[in-house]
């Protein structure tokens, strides 16, 4: 499985039913092929990133961390228009301080 994550100078956005990456080179990826979004929380805040949104495809994992410029437009914005949110798993994760799994979306 290739596991991919944004970095500062990454960027993810939606564009019709397209999911657009720019890593070093742009993917674009139906977003059908999303076959999971989870967040996924640590134990190890505050001073490092300890909530990441991971979107499991068939053969990847593309993964945001929290404080990624794009995080929250994606998450809040974008994400919902295209996918029903779990709203409820989503509102617990934001309070989470310990090694766990919120599955917001599954197909």
Do not use: W
């Not at 039913?17 to 505050?46: A, H, Q, R, V, Y």
């Not at 995080?71 to 798993?89: A, T």
């Amino acid at each position: 499985m290739v596991k991919l994550t944004l970095s500062t100078k990454n960027k993810i956005s939606i564009n019709g039913d397209l999911l657009i990456c720019n890593f070093d080179n742009i993917l674009e990826i139906p977003i059908l092929k999303i076959l999971k979004i989870s967040i996924i929380t640590t134990e190890n805040g505050p001073f490092v990133d300890d909530v990441f949104l991971v979107l499991f495809l068939e053969h990847q994992t593309i993964t945001i961390p929290s404080e990624h410029r794009c995080f929250q437009s994606f998450l809040f914005d974008q994400l919902p228009q295209k996918v029903d949110i779990n709203y409820e798993q989503l509102t617990k994760s934001m309070s989470s301080c310990i090694n766990a799994e919120f599955v917001l979306f599954s197909r």
